[in-house]
């Protein structure tokens, strides 16, 4: 009898062990289920509105304002032309990529000079430097200090340019200083160590050695803030309204709302709207290849 008992404990634990290995099968297969109906949930809603956007920028204006079906019965590509003429585009255009382009060099230069100090070295105040970058980062600037900023932009005189916004801009970098301080921390001190013992200075190390190794946290950031200041309205809206020569494409597409009739051009906003995701569509493809080393770095740490 015992050596029944004993020979039918391995039939226990085999059937145990089956039964487990099963269970725990089937948890991945659950999970793995889970995670990819929440991709694909998530790759909708994220997708559905460029879509209804190109799908309306092909549409005549009869169309969007009737509704019917989500395909346009006829393209009209002279939408595009359309919107581009009257938008006065190339201008709004260069607009918004000389206040993006100048934001986004000069946010990242003073966000890596100040991430680098914070990171490298000691002086009366950092804690209270970095609290307040931090707070700054969940405060919206503008919708708060809107008011003292155009009165402080009126007093440098740059209430009636381009470089008021572009100063407000590069002012808000605490996402960017946050983000390259992590980069920082990743590049060994034992580098600038070195290069002080070869007599280099602390600002030469900084050009010379250490932001060369920071060029996939700089294209990452540089993508960010370039996104952030294409994307910005309520500052140029509010420091062009006296010039509309200066006015950026964000600014530009919210006019061709309507129409010499006052009739509404929801269609050829759209067409606009297009347009303007290319240039973000460029600067990510520049981007791109600092994406993959972040990414491959990050695996092979």
Not at 35 to 54: D, Y
Not at 119 to 130: A, E, I, T
Not at 202 to 225: K, N, Q, S
Not at 263 to 283: D, E, F, K, V, Y
């Amino acid at each position: 009898m015992n050596e029944q008992v004993v020979s039918q404990k391995p039939e226990s634990n085999g059937g145990k062990t089956a039964v487990g290995t099963h269970a725990g099968r089937l948890g991945r297969i659950v999970s793995r289920t889970v995670m990819w109906l929440f991709l694909i949930v998530t790759a909708a809603l994220t997708l559905f509105p460029l879509l209804m956007t190109l799908s309306g920028s092909l549409k005549t204006g009869a169309e969007m304002m009737t509704g019917g079906s989500l395909l346009p019965a006829k393209m009209q590509f002279a939408n595009y032309a359309e919107a581009w003429k009257q938008s006065n585009f190339a201008r709004y255009t260069w607009n918004s990529a000389f206040v993006s382009i100048v934001v986004t060099v000069a946010s990242l230069l003073v966000a890596a000079m100040a991430a680098y100090v914070v990171d490298r070295r000691q002086f009366p105040g950092k804690s209270l430097y970095v609290t307040t970058q931090a707070a700054m980062m969940f405060i919206s600037v503008g919708a708060i200090v809107l008011r003292p900023q155009f009165d402080l932009m009126v007093v440098l005189n740059l209430n009636t340019t381009l470089w008021g916004v572009i100063l407000i801009l590069v002012s808000a970098h605490s996402s960017t200083f946050f983000l390259l301080l992590g980069f920082f921390k990743a590049i060994p001190r034992e580098l600038d160590e070195a290069a002080m013992v070869d007599g280099s200075g602390f600002v030469r190390t900084f050009f010379r050695i250490v932001l060369p190794l920071l060029t996939p946290g700089l294209g990452v950031a540089g993508l960010f803030e370039f996104r952030h200041a294409w994307n910005e309205y309520i500052l140029p809206l509010v420091f062009t309204m006296t010039n509309p020569q200066l006015q950026t494409l964000t600014v530009g597409l919210a006019n061709l709302r309507y129409g010499s009739s006052a009739a509404m051009q929801i269609h050829l906003m759209m067409a606009g709207a297009c347009l303007s995701i290319l240039p973000m569509l460029l600067a990510y493809i520049l981007a791109n290849k600092s994406f993959i080393q972040v990414t491959s770095g990050s695996i092979k740490g």
